[in-house]
């Protein structure tokens, strides 16, 4: 077949299409072309296809739970202090199984055992108000008051700083447990760490009134429903409840909204 004769266009067509009839037919386009200098001698060699990587394994979702365990657990950069004290709890509270208490109702002499806020030992036995925040009146107390603990550690022991967040938690839990003692003229027995967690709501909402760490709107917000959702909710809870120690609420709360406010004021004078 001539193609000395054939248009530019034909001889394109038949370099790109003429391995339909022939390899013979579509290499003699294409040399016809190298001559007339319409493409080049040498052709580039076609790209190699770029290789697509193996598909990852899905994670198991025991593998995720893992991970999310390991998150919440596991001390970090941001947050350090509240997994540390959520072990401690659930430390405290898993020797007390060990050792023979009822972890599903325990008895008002085994938490006085382990160093419940009993207003009789209280006077010669003070440590008392600072042991008594590490023990729990059973798994749904520790429960709820981790749960708190976990969530505000989350989202503000970052920003506070460890060594502020670890101080309020025993200075408030110390506070409360001292608040519940004077309250409780007739007498009374009592274990949590609500009055430590007051404490924390009150250290942000003193925060929060300096514009101390919380400047944007979204971490003020953040912060305000926290503290309407968890702290507001719990005293109104409380009321209700009688087996609620809110004099620990309050002067946990209370103790937190001071040291946060010195807090405050000493951030001020150094910016």
Do not use: C
Request: positive net charge; charged residues 10%.
């Amino acid at each position: 077949m001539p193609f000395e004769d054939k248009t530019d266009a034909e001889l394109l067509y038949l370099a790109q299409h003429g391995a339909r009839y022939s390899p013979a037919v579509a290499n003699a386009a294409v040399q016809e072309l190298q001559r007339r200098g319409l493409i080049p001698t040498e052709l580039p060699a076609p790209p190699s296809p770029t290789p697509v990587p193996p598909p990852k394994p899905a994670e198991s979702w025991l593998l995720q739970l893992g991970r999310l365990v390991k998150g919440i657990a596991w001390p970090h950069q941001g947050y350090f202090i509240t997994p540390l004290l959520i072990l401690a709890n659930l430390l405290v509270f898993l020797l007390m199984g060990l050792s023979g208490v009822n972890l599903l109702n325990p008895a008002g002499s085994d938490l006085v055992a382990w160093g419940s806020n009993f207003s009789a030992l209280v006077p010669t036995q003070p440590w008392r108000l600072l042991t008594s925040v590490f023990l729990h009146g059973g798994p749904a107390h520790l429960l709820l008051n981790l749960s708190a603990l976990l969530l505000l550690g989350l989202l503000a022991e970052a920003k506070v700083g460890r060594g502020a967040w670890l101080l309020v938690y025993l200075l408030s839990g110390i506070g409360g447990s001292l608040t519940s003692w004077w309250w409780h003229a007739g007498g009374i027995n009592s274990v949590g760490a609500s009055g430590a967690i007051f404490g924390l709501y009150g250290l942000l909402l003193a925060l929060l009134l300096t514009r101390t760490y919380f400047k944007t709107r979204q971490d003020r917000a953040a912060i305000i429903g926290l503290l309407l959702y968890f702290a507001l909710g719990s005293l109104v809870g409380g009321l209700e409840g009688p087996n609620t120690d809110n004099a620990a609420h309050i002067g946990g709360l209370l103790t937190g909204f001071g040291v946060g406010l010195i807090l405050g004021v000493a951030n001020s004078k150094t910016r």
